[in-house]
């Protein structure tokens, strides 16, 4: 069974620019995840799609959005870029079933440096 | 907010040694996962625990889910350098709620 693919891994971007990262989730997963995580702060929840839905949305501006097409894959987007925005996306894949509700297979994330 | 606290934040210990990660809520939560994760990679599933006060062991890693099911602790046998990285742990709460994870415990074991 593949895993969780993220593209692209590395990403430099200007200030001001905006990007789209990508992430497909394990076959037969409806739920994907998108994390951001630098040094400082941890690991922060940016939003969860499930069947092209949002379930759940964390502490985020506007700038950052996200999407989720009938084949379970999910685009994240952020515009008007900021430095602080450089971190590692990380996209998770669930199946949000039983026992396992809760369990997040992670892809290797996204690198993303603003300059 | 459903907040999860791990200690201690850092541990840096010799290969060979024993040590104990804590993770602390004031939340129940119906699943809880430890995670390992190494620099430039995404967090990798350790275990996944359900009951109250299960205990779950893989290799030299053992794991403990709280009675009350509010907080879990990661024991470490006779570390080894392969053990270093960020252990994390994440909580649900059931249906579609958020998954919290916690503030995370880096370990360096040095050879």
């Known amino acids: 069974k593949a895993g969780v693919t993220q593209t692209p891994r590395y990403l430099i971007k200007t200030r001001g620019q905006q990007v789209t990262l990508s992430c497909s989730p394990i076959?037969?997963?409806?739920?994907v995840s998108w994390y951001q995580q630098t040094p400082g702060q941890g690991l922060q929840f940016l939003f969860e799609y499930f069947s092209e839905t949002q379930r759940n949305k964390g502490n985020f501006p506007g700038r950052f959005s996200g999407r989720q097409f009938s084949n379970s894959r999910s685009e994240m987007n952020v515009s008007t870029l900021e430095l602080g925005d450089s971190a590692l996306y990380l996209c998770?894949?669930?199946?949000?079933?039983?026992?396992?509700?809760?369990?997040?297979?992670f892809g290797q994330g996204t690198r993303l440096t603003v300059v | 907010t459903q907040l999860l606290e791990q200690s201690p934040q850092f541990l840096s210990i010799q290969e060979g040694e024993n040590l104990t990660v804590y993770c602390n809520s004031s939340?129940?939560?119906?699943?809880l996962q430890w995670y390992r994760q190494e620099p430039g990679e995404g967090p990798v599933l350790l275990v996944t625990v359900v009951t109250g006060g299960e205990v779950k062991k893989l290799k030299r890693l053992t794991f403990q889910f709280g009675d009350a099911r509010k907080d879990s602790s990661l024991h470490i046998t006779a570390a080894q350098p392969g053990d270093t990285g960020l252990y994390l742990c994440?909580?649900?709460?059931?249906?579609?709620?958020?998954?919290?994870f916690g503030t995370g415990t880096k370990l360096q074991v040095i050879p």
């Open positions: 076959s037969g997963h409806r739920s």
């Open positions: 939340s129940v939560f119906s699943s």
């Open positions: 994440a909580g649900g709460r059931g249906g579609y709620q958020k998954v919290t």
């Open positions: 998770a894949s669930s199946s949000r079933k039983g026992a396992a509700n809760t369990e997040a297979f």
